[in-house]
């Protein structure tokens, strides 16, 4: 019960702090919006390619490949003679 009554104590003290908070007057150049959206942009292209990676190893493990017939393919294209155009 100890623990329950410090927990209380600590978020009563931590939303009294929040709703006492005074304006910070704080500038924002012109540069932080674009450094935003950059950041924003980045975030979209790394998920994008992550689901991407992922989405290829789930579908290679369903796919059914033969080995023997790409080799076999391989080395009929190796032993053609080439033909002079």
Known sequence: ???????YSSLLSFILLVSLATPAYAYLDPGTGSLILQG???GLAMISFT???WWYKL???????DDSEDKEKDDSEKSEPATPD
């Open 59 to 65: 579908t290679s493990l369903f796919k059914k490949t």
């Open 1 to 7: 019960m100890p623990k329950l009554k410090h927990l």
């Open 51 to 53: 689901f991407k990676m």
């Open 40 to 42: 924003l942009i980045a």
